[in-house]
């Protein structure tokens, strides 16, 4: 057998395609959608190759138009999940044995049938059913996926090339082995590219996946698994479960062989998911690792030497871009009084061009939010701010579930630094604004650091370089990315490894070699060339 040691290609950012009227791009993303739209899409369970139905099922429907069913998929049983373990396992024994090469070329393949045959498809699935305008659907679902493969094979070459040194007559050599089990990957709605990197990170690093994706991604999710196979996964390394998530991650962390998982979603959920596992440790046969981002309740500060309409357009941007449905959206803004005004008067303007509606028209700018759970609950804190002494609504609060779940972009303006929407999660289309006397900045940055628990984005607007480096130290551990001069969202795969810490998450950054050596448990060998053959030390010789 040759022997060779193989340089990957270098990793590039995916160009993002422009979708302007005549281009090629928009007519075939529009009829892939106008297909998925008329037509009925099934989506079984995914285990070991297999496509399994079961006799239950639940409806998918788009956001934005939620009377009209477009598929259906499957809901598994305790058995099913007891059968996907099983059969991650049992693909697990060739696919560690497989050479870091043939599956890093699985990966790159993956990215190539992205960037070409399946970009309209995953595109589309996620307008359609995530309710993304095509511009934060090819951000997300094409280039980000895309850039998570290529980026990643290059990252774990670097990872595997690591080796320490050695002294004369030995020879030290780190062996990065896959975890000793399976990954449990539970995913959130909102990022196509995160649910698919979930499970790709972990597999590339040679492990096994069960994959529950988000009940409220599921049409992606089926698109996802299609060019997993195609791209040549073998069957068993990543199986897709669907179902009740408490049922399945129960049945997953009762299982003996659970080595780890890798979650992005809600705080809580999270907490919960780690607290099961301490419960249960005496059953693993290894300490699972835990990793986990979640959460935020992401700012932007501005100091008054700050350019106002800098700042209105990124609370534009950073707060309302999909709906608000980015963990790193700007959900608290601090405006020091003296450009307060100014800052709001121009943001009304922005948001009073927002154009909404279905992503089918590309120049809507706002669509609908993803389910009616997250519609309600926005509309109960639009209507506690009408209705607080603290608070009023200043911009947008009307919203209406009659057709989609559509929120209006609604901006609050509370006096209370610490009203409920300055520290909970909203996670849609709601920004706050607090006013704060300029001359108070450093006892502000004090407050910004201590309102909430999360630690995700973050962003200072300032042109007083001093302002900016206060700011970036009393703000050292409020945001895991922090933005100066630009808004606290749209981390690229690459250049801005992206996590937080606190309530946010474990943040081990995804995107990043630091989050591959998490799916690793390195062996280190020492070879001893010429062993020694008296037990004595050197200097003990001849007594
Ligand atoms: N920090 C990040 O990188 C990041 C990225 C994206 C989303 N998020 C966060 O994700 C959340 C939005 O996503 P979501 O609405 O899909 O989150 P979610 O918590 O509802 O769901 C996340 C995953 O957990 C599963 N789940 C839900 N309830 C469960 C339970 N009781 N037991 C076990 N599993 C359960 C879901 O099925 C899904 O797979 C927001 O809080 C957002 O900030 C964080
Ligand atoms: N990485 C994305 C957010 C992902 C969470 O939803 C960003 O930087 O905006």
């Known amino acids: 057998m040759a022997n060779t040691i193989s340089a990957v290609p270098i990793a590039d950012n995916e160009p993002p395609k422009s979708y302007a009227p005549n281009t090629e791009e928009r007519d075939e993303v529009l009829e892939q959608y106008r297909d998925y739209y008329n037509n009925y899409l099934e989506v079984p369970l995914h285990i070991g190759g297999e496509d399994i139905t079961t006799s239950n099922m639940a409806s998918i429907v788009p956001p934005h138009d939620h009377k009209h069913e477009v598929g259906r998929y499957h809901l598994a049983t305790k058995k099913h999940i007891e059968q996907a373990i099983a059969v991650a396992m049992k693909a697990r024994e060739k696919w560690v044995a497989l050479s870091w090469e043939q599956r890093m070329s699985i990966f790159l393949k993956m990215a190539d049938l992205l960037s070409g045959p399946y970009r309209a498809k995953i595109v589309a699935s996620t307008m359609l059913c995530q309710s993304k305008t095509v511009h934060q659907a090819e951000i997300d679902a094409a280039c980000e996926f895309i850039d998570f493969l290529r980026f990643n094979v ?80 073998p069957d068993g390394v990543v199986n897709m479960v669907s179902g009740n998530p408490e049922m399945i991650t129960d049945t997953v962390l009762n299982s003996p062989d659970f080595a780890g998982i890798h979650y992005t979603g809600s705080t809580e959920v999270f907490k919960g998911i780690w607290k099961k596992i301490g419960q249960q440790i005496q059953c693993y046969k290894t300490y699972p690792k835990i990793v986990g981002e979640t959460g935020g309740k992401d700012f932007i500060v501005a100091h008054h030497s700050a350019n106002s309409q800098e700042v209105a357009t990124a609370i534009s941007r950073g707060a309302f871009e999909f709906q608000g449905q980015k963990c790193s959206a700007a959900s608290r803004v601090y405006l020091p009084v003296s450009n307060a005004d100014e800052i709001i008067e121009l943001l009304k303007k922005d948001i009073q061009s927002f154009k909404i509606g279905s992503p089918e028209d590309m120049g809507n700018f706002i669509t609908a939010v993803i389910h009616e759970r997250a519609f309600d609950r926005l509309a109960n804190y639009i209507d506690r701010a009408k209705q607080s002494s603290d608070a009023e609504v200043i911009i947008g609060g009307k919203y209406n579930k009659s057709k ?47 309102t909430s628990p999360y630690a995700l984005t973050g962003a200072v607007f300032s ?44 943040n081990d950054k995804a995107g990043s070699p630091m989050n591959l050596l998490r799916w690793v448990s390195t062996r280190l060998i020492k070879e001893t060339f010429v062993p020694p053959k008296n037990y004595r030390y050197t200097f003990l010789d001849g007594e």
């Open 404 to 450: 989609g779940y559509f929120v209006e972009p609604t901006v609050i303006l509370t006096t209370n630094p610490n009203y409920e929407t300055m520290e909970t999660e909203l996670f849609g289309p709601v920004v706050t604004i607090y006013k704060y006397p300029q001359e108070n900045w450093e006892d502000l940055l004090d407050l910004v650091d201590k």
């Open 154 to 233: 290059d990252f774990a070459t670097q990872i595997y090339s690591e080796q320490p040194i050695s002294s004369k007559g030995i020879w030290n050599r780190l062996e990065y082995r896959p975890l000793e089990g399976f990954i449990y990957a539970a995913t959130p709605f909102n990022f196509t590219a995160i649910a698919a990197n979930l499970c790709t990170s972990v597999a590339m690093m040679g492990n096994v996946v069960v994959w529950k994706p988000s009940e409220s991604q599921m049409y992606s999710a089926k698109i996802i698994m299609d060019v997993f196979r195609e791209s040549g996964l």
């Open 463 to 506: 042109k007083d370089r001093y302002a900016i480096d206060e700011a970036s130290k009393k703000l050292e551990n409020a945001a895991g990315n922090f933005y100066i001069n630009d808004k606290p969202t749209g981390a690229v795969v690459g250049q801005q490894p992206f996590g937080g810490a606190r309530a946010s998450g474990t």
